[in-house]
């Protein structure tokens, strides 16, 4: 199966180093090396491969990296290792006999830091060298472990071993840094019991394993690659194993990394010469030279294994607004959850190249209650029908909360189900998340740049107007005010309350959205009714809730005309209607503002005798912390305006306006939405104007 390849162009000359553009489809692996006839003298080079076997030079065989530290200014062995932050660090030996090991960092492999060397063995003063340093980043104490080979005079003399070097007797030690200026004490890192150079360290599965070669030549000529486990990089290290290699030919500088599973090892015979093993336990290798091909020349180095972060951001996808708390869940190539932040922003950390990794987004609630709104059913019914031509992609997918495939007219039913707060459907997703993509999943490679994005939906929220749940609105704020008419209709058996919702001069009416308040001790809800302006309105009702009632309609085409579409009937059964028992909690058309505002009860509630001018009376209770009536006298049939100011004349809110007719009135105030202090409430009517002050306690 074919893999993509995301590929970042750092610069023109990184560009040309690594050979672009390339097919795009395989993952490439790179490898570290110096050219052995040469010393490393010229400095580092690169070669590329796509399945680990044959491998090309990069940066047409010429050195990325001219040594100019250490005595020798060479650059052997060179061993490249990513840090947590995305850096590469490079280390390598300075010369054949030097207490150094160089050092220099890039974040892109081409353009690199200042070289500098590093000192690790000159606390032993008669150190003869130090070969083949390499290095691991910990995660577990966050430092960078560097390691190498030296031979100190006089130490371990049971198993000096001469060669063309002389008498030599190598042990391995190390030493930890965080920003590689400061450097904790030289230690030993490993004695095997002999002469030991070239160590390779590498995790699996929570433990430690080391390639080493055994650098004996005398009295028994060794040269060759064994292993050591440890639970800790820094040991104690087990024993040295049989020789993993078959003794053939004397090699070393091993380099090892999984490929599909199998681990790949790769030991330098000399002359440009390696030979690949393979094995899927570790203790099991076959030898597979004949597949590999290398370029001329090449001299040992390593093979790294690059660690990379993925990230991305969670949108919204009508706002491209933050989608935050979304769980991002990490398969595949490694097992984690991030939760993206206020930004929508996530982020996996230090994970390595060279796999898949697959991203699959998760969320549940944290929507306000105006997310999923009538108006969301009647844009369905429009997608269902045809007549939303211009919906996006993401809209329908919102529209289609059965998740069949296809809008149908029941998607926009069992959106309005919602909206009121009936009980669902078993084949409904309404308030569901959805993300796209539904996940993500990509083969990660070097440099890999591409943020990993998702948008989420609300199933249901055709018009896009999410945000997320405890978006509340202040005290004070400025809302849209409505004031409804109840008109009492009493017949021999019974005595019935009907409220009627109109249509103002120039609205179209897709839907609407309403929530009543009411004593359930005094009234009791029968139906919603339409009129012929509304025939073809869709209503629900939920009543569920003790003392309130959710209604919600919906329709394709919009309702014009003005006047009265809806009739709303409650059944009188307590005599002792008073202003309260029934409020408007809110009211909405289509997606526009929330009204609120009073229902006007009539004057004929009572048998009162018709007043013979206007006034405006003292609300009681006064002071109040809850509600207060305040009354008014309406000689004949007048539009009104009764208005809340505060100390300052400022406009707070509309109390009542409208037509009224001849009689006594009586309207509630909540103070729910106000602070403490004092108010001035005034009437206007017909060119009277009366004030009067209220009191309202915290």
Request: charged residues 20%.
């Amino acid at each position: 199966m074919k893999k993509v390849i995301l590929v970042l162009i750092f610069t023109s000359g990184f560009g040309q180093i690594f050979g672009y553009p390339n097919d795009g489809e395989d993952p490439y692996y790179l490898f570290s090396y110096f050219i052995q006839a040469l010393n490393g003298t010229d400095g580092l080079r690169l070669a590329r491969s796509e399945d680990a076997l044959n491998w090309v030079k990069l940066n047409n065989g010429q050195p990325i990296l001219k040594p100019y530290v250490g005595i020798q200014k060479v650059m052997r062995d060179p061993h490249i290792t990513q840090g947590p932050d995305g850096e590469f660090h490079l280390v390598w030996t300075t010369g054949w006999y030097e207490k150094t090991i160089g050092y220099a960092h890039s974040s892109d492999l081409y353009n690199w830091s200042a070289q500098k060397a590093i000192p690790v063995m000159a606390h032993e003063p008669t150190t003869r060298n130090c070969w083949a340093p390499d290095m691991i980043y910990d995660r577990d104490s966050g430092k960078f472990i560097i390691w190498w080979a030296s031979t100190i005079p006089g130490r371990f003399p049971e198993t000096d071993s001469s060669s063309h070097h002389g008498t030599m007797n190598h042990r391995l030690y190390y030493t930890t840094t965080q920003d590689f200026n400061t450097f904790t004490p030289t230690t030993l890192l490993y004695d095997p019991g002999f002469n030991t150079i070239d160590g390779s360290i590498h995790r699996e599965n929570g433990q430690y394993f080391m390639f080493l070669k055994n650098e004996t030549e005398t009295p028994v000529y060794e040269k060759n690659i064994r292993m050591s486990y440890s639970n800790n990089i820094t040991g104690p290290w087990g024993p040295a194993s049989e020789r993993i290699t078959n003794g053939q030919y004397m090699v070393e500088g091993p380099t090892a990394l999984k490929v599909n599973g199998e681990w790949f090892l790769y030991v330098d015979r000399g002359n440009g010469i390696f030979d690949l093993l393979t094995s899927t336990d570790l203790t099991n290798w076959v030898y597979r030279t004949d597949e590999l091909n290398l370029p001329e020349g090449i001299g040992h180095g390593k093979i790294f294994t690059v660690y990379h972060n993925i990230s991305g951001n969670v949108k919204y996808y009508s706002t491209s607004g933050a989608v935050k708390n979304t769980n991002l869940n990490l398969s595949v190539g490694a097992t984690d959850v991030k939760i993206s932040n206020d930004s929508g922003f996530y982020e996996f950390m230090n994970l390595e190249n060279f796999n898949n990794y697959t991203i699959t987004p998760n969320k549940n609630g944290d929507m306000s209650a105006n997310t999923i709104i009538s108006y969301d059913a009647a844009l369905a019914a429009q997608i269902a029908v045809g007549l939303l031509p211009n919906a996006t992609n993401d809209q329908v997918t919102a529209a289609d909360v059965d998740k069949s495939g296809t809008v149908l007219f029941y998607d926009a039913a069992l959106i309005a189900k919602h909206a009121v707060g009936l009980p669902p459907q078993p084949e409904s997703h309404v308030s569901e998340w959805n993300f796209t993509p539904t996940n993500r999943s990509d083969y990660l490679t070097c440099f890999d740049p591409d943020l990993r994005d998702f948008t989420g939906i609300v199933l249901g929220d055709v018009d896009g107007n999410w945000s997320p749940e405890n978006v509340a609105i202040g005290k004070n704020s400025l809302t849209d005010e409505l004031f409804l008419e109840a008109q009492i209709k009493e017949s021999e058996f019974e005595k019935t309350l009907t409220l009627s919702i109109p249509a103002e001069p120039g609205e179209k009416i897709y839907s609407c959205d309403i929530i009543l308040n009411y004593n359930p001790n005094v009234l009791q809800y029968q139906f919603v009714k339409t009129t012929t302006i509304s025939q073809d309105f869709i209503t629900l009702a939920n009543d569920s809730k003790k003392g309130e009632l959710k209604l919600g309609g919906y329709c394709v085409y919009p309702i014009k005309e003005a006047g009265t579409y809806l009739e709303i009937d409650f059944k009188v059964i307590n005599n002792d209607v008073k202003p309260g028992d029934l409020e408007l909690g809110s009211y909405r058309i289509n997606a526009d503002t929330v009204k609120k505002g009073n229902v006007n009860f009539p004057s004929s509630l009572g048998n009162q005798n018709l007043p013979a001018k206007f006034s405006l009376n003292q609300n009681y209770p006064n002071p109040f912390n809850n509600s207060s009536i305040i009354t008014f006298d309406v000689p004949a049939i007048t539009t009104i305006r009764l208005t809340l100011y505060d100390m300052l004349g400022k406009k707070v809110k509309t109390i009542a306006k409208g037509k009224y007719t001849a009689g006594h009135h009586q309207v509630l105030l909540n103070s729910k939405e106000l602070f403490s202090g004092v108010y001035l409430y005034k009437l206007e009517a017909n060119g009277f104007i009366d004030v009067k002050k209220m009191v309202v306690l915290e």
